[in-house]
């Protein structure tokens, strides 16, 4: 009896072995000389393809792999759509042709973000929960996602009747980071008064948005206008 | 012979049991990384009838050797530099004359717009400036019938330039590549073409000209499918002395060979899904050539092509197979075109060669594999224009060959 139970208890874990190798979260991480707080699926697999060696804002990029193991193949699973073994071809076909170079490759989440944190422009992955103190982290962009999370909780920006006697208002647009589990990662100013984008940052910090896969980016607008 | 053989079986326990691992080298040089790999393969090849691609095969030949070792790196953050010396001995071509494969400055100014000049791999097809790099797919030999080992040199690179680039399209349909490029081709005199020509007792000083071409390749919406188109025009000089049938008494005399037409059209198509790989293409060569001011003049018009699929059934194992069809057609005028008679009829095996092939590959580790294949063929195209197989070796041809081949590769 004593023997079943274990054997049941080795094809439990063996059954879920793949679920939790599959389960890997991954965060994308940046040097800091990378001023975009969100980059493009597109955009993401076209750096570490090598098809781009800057984003669309023209600062240098350039890919860090990680050796193997659940995260990498999640990455490559989710953002590359390719294997392991058909990206090392790829490599190599570049590498070999003078058309490309083979990215460099770092065993744990602890080197990569070292080496990312000190070379300018890198692009790495890493796990979902290695704290990621010297880099930034990347929200990605997904086309298929943005704007479908749903927004569940709204703050309304403080406006100052100051401001609205002085007749200052306008536009303010934000790029905000949803992460997955809904609440607002990482707020970016696109465009707009400074003063009053201060007073939509501080509220949209508080927006809480629908669960999702995966980490989301989505563009806001916000009016203030004095006349109300 | 004996230490030889334990020396070789040595180091490829060491290399299988990890004991030497392989590991792509890199070095600062003014504060940049420079990156260095290598390549090398052994093959063995043996036949049942026909010698083949210049070997002694049906004896069984291991006259199959070649190697690579290239250096690059980032010289800004747009520009990158590095070259690669190749050299091979396939039989009588190659004869371990190295040479500079490829040696670029690459200057990409957008993703969609970038600048490659020096001596550059020329983009024709879905492998003409892989075909060297064995280890990058499942089969030993690339389909004959449109990437000639032989005439490897006619194709692979040229001094120039090339403009190319990514161009994402809108509303999810894909991505675009692009390359345009012209510059100046030099053949091997170690080539399949230059030994060809020696049966007929024309000896080549040198082979090249100007070429230029384009590729538009299309990676589409539906996932893991690429298609696109190739072509590639050539203006071409070829300088040699031969003895002239006509008056051997003379002996040696200039010979000279331009082109009046040399293009090719390429088709192709891929489709990867997981860990299955199909791929089809279709190239047209025509070369109308012109011999000593109209002595005699021979178009010929080779059409090839091939569908082949591989599945990596686990991680180091791999299977494929292909189909490749091959038909040569040539017609020549002028005052010695009795030395040349028009080969028309592609039914006859002189004028083809269809061959099936298939392939396993394994992968002892990430830098070491080995691949067995056999091919089937039909037909030894034996013409005015190289196949694979040459009078020299034959003293008469058999209509059917069957070839074993045996290759391992390392790659770092």
Known sequence: MKSLRLLSLVAVVIMLGPVCAHAAEVKIIANPSVTANVISAGELKSVFLEEKNSLSDGTHAEPVLKKSGPVHEAFLRQYLGRTDDDLRTYYRALVFTGRGSMPKELSSDAEVIAYVAGKRGAIGYVSSETSTEGVKTLAVADAGNIAERKLIARVDPGYPETLKRLNIGGTVRLQVTIAPKGNVENVQVLGGNPILAEFAISAVKQWVYAAGHSRTSTEVTILFDPRR | ?412
């Open chain 2, 1 to 412: 012979m004996h230490r030889r053989i334990v020396a070789v079986i040595s180091v490829c326990l060491c290399l299988w049991s990890g004991q030497v691992t392989l590991k792509a080298q890199e070095f600062k040089l003014f504060d940049r990384t420079v990156q260095v790999h290598g390549f090398a393969s052994q093959g063995l090849v043996y036949t049942n009838e026909n010698n083949w691609l210049t070997m002694n095969t049906s004896q069984g030949s291991a006259a199959f050797t070649d190697f690579g070792l290239n250096m690059s790196a980032p010289a800004t953050d747009k520009l990158r530099v590095g070259a690669q010396v190749y050299d091979r001995n396939l039989g009588q071509l190659g004869q371990y004359h190295p040479s500079l494969d490829w040696a670029v400055a690459d200057y990409r100014f957008k993703p969609w717009f970038g600048v490659r000049g020096g001596k550059v791999k020329t983009t024709l097809g879905l492998y003409n400036d892989t075909q060297d790099l064995d280890f990058l797919r499942t089969f030993a030999l690339l389909p004959q019938s449109v990437y000639p080992t032989d005439l490897r040199d006619a194709s692979i690179a040229h001094l120039g330039g090339d403009l190319y680039g990514n161009i994402s399209l809108k509303h999810r349909l894909g991505t675009l590549s692009y390359a345009a490029y012209a510059g100046h081709r030099s053949d091997s005199l170690y080539s399949g073409n230059a030994y060809l020509a020696s049966e007929y007792r024309v000896y080549y000083s040198s082979y090249g000209g100007l070429q230029y071409g384009g590729d538009l390749r299309w990676s589409t919406p539906l996932k893991g499918l690429l298609i696109g188109a190739s072509r590639i025009d050539g203006d071409l000089t070829g300088k040699a002395k031969f003895i002239n049938p006509l008056n051997p008494g003379a002996g040696f005399v200039p010979y000279a060979e331009v082109s009046k037409a040399d293009w090719s059209n390429q088709f192709y198509g891929e489709y990867t899904a997981g860990k299955l790989r199909i791929d089809s293409e279709y190239r047209r060569f025509v070369h109308d050539g012109i011999v000593n001011r109209g002595l005699i003049e021979t178009v010929t018009d080779v059409r090839g092509w091939y569908i082949s699929g591989a599945y990596r059934f686990i991680k180091r194992l791999a299977l494929g197979a292909y189909y490749s069809r091959y038909s040569i057609t040539s017609v020549s005028g002028g005052p010695e075109a009795a030395y040349a008679p028009d080969q028309t009829d592609i039914s006859l095996p002189a004028n083809h060669l269809y061959d099936k092939v298939i392939t396993g590959r394994v992968d002892l580790n990430r830098f070491w594999n080995v691949k067995v294949e056999g091919h089937f063929m039909n037909g030894y195209g034996a013409s005015t224009y190289p196949d694979g197989f040459y009078p020299q070796v034959n003293s008469h041809f058999k209509p059917n060959t069957n070839a074993l081949v045996v290759k391992t590769g390392v790659s770092f």
